[in-house]
């Protein structure tokens, strides 16, 4: 298993992070909350996790240890596998999860995209008492997700080339879109990224 990757940011994508380790260029997936830390020319380290499948390897890149743990133990869980893993993390953090477990809170599961009622409730059933309790912060109060987004979002689309001012721009365009789907809770990022360079290349 590959645990994790230290070296210099090589490039930056939509879902993606390629770091150069010794001279070889490592494409690793991550959540838009983890893209938004790094910047193209700087060192980082990324704790990992790689999934083996018969026509491929996939490195999949994370803050810290915690968040390539629940990724993990997310995939227990009937019919996860890492994609939905990391869009949960996407849209929530470790610890936020574990509280929605705990709580049996099929709200906050159901904010990920394709996770529908049903869905969370049988994610409820399988990751009780897998995930554990909270170690941190519960999660985050609505009206600071609300600010959040904005800040996660602007730095991920400035991440990836575009300058502040068309970031901001993007920002502003995909407000109405986030607002709307929030419902209380921390938007979809990934979404909103797509829709924020959807914007941009309308623009340009």
């Not at 409820?124 to 519960?138: A, F, I, M, S």
Request: glycine residues 10%; aromatic residues 2%.
């Amino acid at each position: 298993m590959i645990a994790s990757v230290a070296g210099q940011v090589a490039a930056l994508g939509p879902d993606t992070a390629v770091v150069e380790v010794g001279g070889v260029g490592i494409a690793v997936h991550c959540t838009p909350g983890t893209l938004a830390g790094l910047r193209v020319g700087e060192p980082t380290r990324l704790a990992t996790s790689l999934v083996v499948r018969e026509d491929s390897l996939t490195l999949y890149g994370f803050a810290d240890e915690d968040e390539r743990t629940v990724f993990e133990l997310l995939q227990t869980a009937s019919g996860v596998g890492p994609r939905l893993a990391q869009a949960m993390l996407a849209v929530h953090t470790p610890d936020a999860l574990r509280l929605a477990v705990a709580s049996g809170d099929e709200k906050t599961l159901t904010a990920v995209p394709g996770i529908g009622k049903k869905g969370a409730q049988k994610l409820l059933l399988d990751l009780r008492d897998r995930l554990g309790e909270p170690v941190g912060r519960p999660g985050v109060p609505a009206a600071r997700a609300a600010a959040g987004w904005r800040d996660e979002l602007r730095q991920a689309l400035v991440g990836l080339g575009y300058a502040p001012r068309e970031a901001d721009q993007a920002v502003e365009a995909v407000t109405p879109v986030a607002e709307a789907a929030a419902d209380g809770a921390e938007p979809p990022l990934p979404r909103l990224l797509r829709a924020a360079l959807q914007s941009l290349n309308r623009a340009r």
